[in-house]
């Protein structure tokens, strides 16, 4: 058996990013840059205005109050090539006009009077006041670098702002899953049994990277039921399978393993939930065999399948963070695997708390449901982790900071 330190580094180590294609800015939400792209306009175009008010000149209203004679109006969009100030004269101006010749400041209306053609000017301002200089924010030919960050609406913006229709981004891995075991049913199945949740738990949570999953079914506890399925599944760059991984006689990942080929770098992690986790290859496709418990498959999918598939669409950053959290109550720890329990994470007085949920069984779904984190108890720690412990806590629910 590894630690997950270390199957979290062996699975890290073998996957990688599966290559590139051009999108248009249409399909780009979600997707991660995989090249740097230049801007392929200015902005401003122009030096305009950034807020309504009159177009001066300094020279005119360094002594206030002072009069102006009111040449026009310009508006955003107005062509300004033939507009010119001369002394003692201003332009009204709308927020986005550009800047007509000679002008070098903007007054807003606020400290202004207008009357009969007149501007009175009321309140003193500083040069180059109110204006937004060509090129301040981008220039035509500077670099976009979202290399390895995903293209969030705010970072579509400045891309789709600066003319650019086609955006580098790295592939979508393929990705299936296959359940396996007798007593599964399929949702609105009327026999008794228990519902193949874990598959709609593993396509939602993908879903949230952009990732869509193909379910390929339900697998028997008979190997030539497996088989056949996996053949299938050796299409995809990832198979996920759930339950069967284990060495009991219908175990049927376990029992198939050597005449399907499976090579695999770890089997077994030292760990709570999940210890029956493993990972492999098969062909060109890495395996994630996860156990069947659904809060097993939970863990496991955030915690090993989320940083590979981050790192295979080519996050700069894949590896989740943890922060400190202080137990709010007692944890009881009777062995040397390293735990993740499920606690809830709340943020008082600066600092964050983390409440183990009542019980800790790895087929409770609700645990997982009514909780936001996994607080990591390290192997050597066992006995009774007293309340006030700080210790490390993954986040897999940040809705409790909003």
């Not at 995989?34 to 209203?61: C, H, Q, W």
């Not at 009175?120 to 301040?136: A, T, W």
């Not at 709609?200 to 339900?218: C, D, H, M, P």
């Amino acid at each position: 058996m590894v630690y997950p330190s270390e199957a979290l580094e062996i699975i890290l180590s073998n996957v990688k990013p599966i290559g590139e294609e051009l999108i248009s800015v249409f399909e780009a939400s979600n997707r991660v840059a995989s090249r740097t792209v230049n801007a392929l306009r200015t902005l401003p175009p122009y030096d305009d205005a950034a807020m309504d008010g009159y177009a001066v000149k300094f020279e005119d209203i360094k002594n206030i109050p002072t009069k102006l004679r009111l040449k026009g109006t310009i508006k955003a969009g107005d062509d300004v090539n033939n507009l010119k100030i001369g002394k003692g004269e201003c332009f009204r101006i709308m927020t986005g006009a550009p800047v007509p010749e000679g002008a070098d400041t903007v007054i807003e209306f606020e400290v202004t009077k207008e009357v009969n053609g007149t501007v009175d000017v009321l309140k003193p301002k500083k040069k180059g006041s109110n204006i937004r200089l060509k090129g301040e924010d981008i220039k035509y030919g500077d670099t976009i670098d979202f290399k390895g960050e995903i293209i969030t609406p705010y970072r579509l913006s400045r891309i789709v702002s600066t003319g650019n229709v086609f955006i580098p981004v790295y592939k979508k891995p393929s990705v299936c899953i296959i359940s396996t075991g007798d007593e599964l049913v399929h949702l609105g199945d009327t026999k008794d049994g228990i519902v193949d949740s874990n598959s709609f738990f593993v396509k939602a949570l993908l879903k949230q990277f952009s990732i869509e999953t193909s379910y390929l079914g339900i697998s028997k506890d008979k190997n030539e039921d497996f088989i056949q399925k996996m053949h299938s599944a050796m299409q995809f760059d990832i198979i996920i399978t759930t339950a069967g991984i284990s060495f009991g006689d219908y175990d049927v990942v376990t029992n198939s393993e050597k005449e399907l080929n499976i090579e695999w770098f770890f089997k077994y992690v030292m760990q709570k939930p999940g210890k029956p986790f493993a990972f492999g290859k098969l062909n060109k496709s890495f395996i994630f065999s996860f156990p069947g418990n659904p809060v097993s498959t939970a863990f496991c999918s955030f915690f090993y399948l989320v940083p590979a598939l981050k790192k295979m669409t080519g996050y700069k950053n894949f590896k989740h963070q943890s922060i400190k959290a202080i137990l709010t109550e007692p944890v009881k720890k009777r062995n040397d695997r390293v735990h993740f329990n499920r606690v809830k994470v709340e943020y008082k007085d600066k600092k964050f708390y983390a409440k183990p949920f009542e019980t800790q069984g790895s087929n409770i779904i609700e645990s997982i449901v009514q909780c936001n984190g996994f607080a990591m108890i390290e192997g050597n720690l066992i006995g009774t982790i007293e309340a006030g412990t700080e210790v490390d806590v993954f986040l897999y629910d940040f809705g409790f900071l909003s």
